[in-house]
Structure formats: C-alpha cells, structure tokens
C-alpha cells in the first residue's frame, strides 16, 4: 500500500518551564518544542514533535517542503531527501542543545520527527501501535526515573512555584519526596554540575540515606576534569547506579572508566553513529542513553540498540523538555526495544500538566511508569485548540532559541560556566 505525504504542517510551540539549574544557565521560562504534522493524500495525519529554535525549525521547514509526494512507508527515500534538503550540512548547531549535545548529526535530528510522523501514519493504516511496527512491545508499562535538578524557588519577579528551592541536600531530599510521592518514580538522577563537586557528592549521599534502596544516578554534563571525576566516582562507590558524563570527551571518559567501579553513562560523547566505534575501542562508556530527537528516530535508535547489545555496553533513555508526542514516541521506543537496562529520563514533572498538544488522558504516569499505548500509531491525538494557544503562547514569549546561558546573565551577570 502506497500512501504519498501531500501537506506536512510545521508549528512551533512554548510551554511554561520552571528555573532549572544546569552547567549552561537555567531554563528559561518557556521552553520551545516544534510540532510537526504530516498529511496523507487520504486526509490521515501523523505527528512529530521536535526542538523549536530557530536554526532547527527553518530546517525542518524545508525538510518537511522537499518530503511532498514520497511514500510515508519509505523510510529510506524520507532520509535521503532531508539530507538533500540540509545539503548534507551534517554537524550544523541550532538545535537548542548548545554546550550538551553538540555533535550529533544534524540529518538524523531533522529526520527524527519525520520517522516517527511516518510511524505514526503507518500504524494508523494498518491499525496497529508504533510499537508493534518496531517488533512488538516486549513490557506494557515503561518505567522512568525521576529527575531531579537544582533549581530557583521561582523565576525572578514570580511567586514560589509549587516545587519551591532546591539548593542544598535538604532541598533535594525534599523535591525528590515529593517527585516520588507524586508520581511514583523508583530511581532517581540528579542533573549536577552546578556546584562544586563536594556539594554534590552530598547531595547524592543525602538521597541514598533518604532512600536508602532507590538506585541514583548523578550527571554534571561533562564539566568535571579526568582527576575530578575519578576523585568523585571513587567517592561515590557503591552508591550510584552510573556516573554520567562526568568528563567531556571519548579518551577523557575512557581515562576515568579505566579508574572508576561504576559504569560511565554518556548522552554527550556518544551522540551520533560515528562515535560507536572509537568509545567502543576505547572502553570510554558503559552505558549509551539514547534519545530518537538525535539518533534519527525510532527505527535507528533501535540499530543503535541492536550494536549496543553486540559490544555489551547497557542502554538508557535521554530526555529534554518535551511534551506528550514526544513522550508518547519514548514510550513506544522503549516498549519495543528488549535490551533497555535502564530506567529512562524524563523532563514530564517540570511541566505545567495544561500545557500539551495532546488530547488530555491518552498517556500519563502511574507508579513511575507509563502504560504502552494500544491504540493505532502512537495512540495520541492532536488538540488543535492546544495547539494554537502554545503557539501563540510562542509567539508571546519572544524567545526562539534555548538561551539558558544568557538568562542566567540577565540575572547574575557575572555567571561563568563552571568547571572543576
Ligand atoms: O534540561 O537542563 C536540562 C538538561 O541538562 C538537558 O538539556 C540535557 O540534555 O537532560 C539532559 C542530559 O541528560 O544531559
């Protein structure tokens, strides 16, 4: 069955996020997602959901130009017109990454939103879940870790949000009771790197004394030097569960898996299929998170699985702000990839519950898990009238590129990007 792209519709969005502290900044408070909708001569559409700044979105603009007329059940055509569409432009920026995810192929991010519209499409024709066009789902729920971030009582000039300060390790103690409390996560990460490492380590032990069997994770988004981060994970023996990017750069981690019990997780310096095979050679990483916005989609996060299982290095989700398509996405990803160790990232908590594209109740949280959705596709609808309040919700906030740098020096102006 043959069923041709005759309207891909592209629509950036805003959602309130909370000041979230990172080694780049803090959050700003909106974050911007692109909603991408294709259309079948039949009247069907498909969704995707992508990053929303500027550079990103005029790409995906002509991308989505060039993908009229082609087969939505040939994925392989769908690639090679977005890299056509890019001119092969492969190491592009703009993506809203800056600083974290840098190197990551730029077609891959373009066509994910694509895919996974296309997978969409597909299931709704033949009537079954994305997951079943990945190879069956081999678990019904799937289970997520409750992420944790230093943050601000509120942005500047706002009241207290409901999740109030969290800048010590009673604060985070504190957020973490509560993110478990109320959605019932079973493992926890603390996004660090934005205080001095001691701190940290305290925090991460404050945690292990509070819930004393949660398996945890740290990540200071590769800011720690080689000596800092062998320092810290030898501290941190037997307590976490992974140390994630600790130092940036594959022989850097490699230097301090050579000295470090726990496994090295990465979402930094292996974020493209080219990197495989020097972190493989080099034992630089245990554990590789993957995040179809980067690794090109479903389907390709899945050949990222399939050579993850052949050199034996363990496998996680990445996560970004994001709203239910993506999640939606996630959760089909992860359903149908049976070598998944790991509790995946979400960013869902940080999110106003009002602010989504989706029609309410299709996918939510329960015992820190999400149920696999059933229904044709991803199983998520669009709500046109959501859709076109966080539009202008856009258009509001003025923002167009994730700035979280440039926010935290509006605010202290003689922030610097730390390094330890
Ligand atoms: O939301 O500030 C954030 C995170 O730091 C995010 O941008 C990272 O990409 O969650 C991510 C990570 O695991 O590095």
């Known amino acids: 069955m043959s069923e041709l792209i005759s309207a891909v519709r592209v629509t950036p969005v805003a959602f309130r ?14 974050a911007l997602r692109t909603i991408v909708e294709i259309v079948t001569g039949s009247g069907l559409y498909g969704l995707g959901e992508t990053y929303g700044d500027e550079p990103h979105l005029r790409r995906i603009e002509r991308a989505g130009t060039a993908l009229i007329g082609t087969d939505i059940f040939d ?4 690639r090679r017109r977005v890299a056509v569409s890019l001119d092969h432009d492969d190491q592009a920026g703009g993506h809203g990454m800056a600083g974290m995810v840098t ?3 730029t077609t891959d991010r373009v066509l994910s939103p694509f895919e996974v519209a296309a997978l969409d499409l597909q299931g709704k024709i033949v009537g079954r879940p994305v997951s079943d066009l990945l190879g069956g789902a081999v678990r019904d729920r799937v289970s997520f870790t409750g992420y944790l971030f230093y943050k601000w009582a509120a942005h500047p000039g706002h009241d207290e949000d409901g999740w109030g300060a969290a800048l010590d390790p009673g604060g985070i103690v504190r957020q973490a009771t509560k993110m478990i409390h109320e959605y019932g996560f079973s493992s926890l990460k603390l996004k660090g790197g934005v205080f001095p490492p001691d701190q940290e380590v305290a925090a991460i032990q404050a945690l292990r004394q509070a819930f004393p069997h949660t398996p945890l994770r740290l990540d200071p988004n590769a800011v720690w030097t080689v000596p800092t981060s062998i320092k810290v994970g030898l501290q941190l023996d037997g307590v976490l569960e992974y140390l994630e990017d600790p130092a940036a750069g594959i022989p850097e981690m490699a230097a301090v898996a050579r000295e470090v019990p726990m496994p ?18 080099q034992q630089a990483v245990g554990v590789v998170l993957a995040d179809h ?8 996060s899945q050949s990222l699985a399939a050579i993850c299982d052949t050199f034996g290095l363990g496998l996680s989700m990445h996560s970004n702000s994001h709203l239910g398509i993506s999640l939606a996405a996630m959760v089909h990803l992860a359903a149908a990839t049976p070598n998944l160790d790991y509790t995946c990232d979400t960013h869902w908590p940080w999110k106003d519950p009002e602010d989504d594209v989706i029609v309410p109740g299709a996918i939510g949280f329960e015992n820190g898990a999400v149920k696999v959705p059933v229904k044709p596709g991803l199983g998520v609808e669009l709500d046109r009238d959501a859709l076109a309040r ?12 994730r700035d979280d740098t440039g926010y935290m020096r509006r605010v202290n102006p003689d922030w610097k990007a730390p390094r330890w």
């Open 75 to 78: 994925l392989h055509e769908i």
């Open 264 to 281: 090295l997780a990465t979402d930094m310096c292996v974020v493209a299929f080219d990197h495989l095979k020097p972190a493989v050679r």
């Open 103 to 105: 190197t990551s192929s």
């Open 293 to 300: 916005h980067f690794w090109g989609g479903l389907r390709r």
């Open 390 to 401: 966080l539009h202008q919700q856009y258009l509001d906030s003025g923002i167009r590129n």
């Open 17 to 30: 996020d909370l000041p979230l502290l990172n080694s780049v900044g803090v959050h700003e408070p909106f």
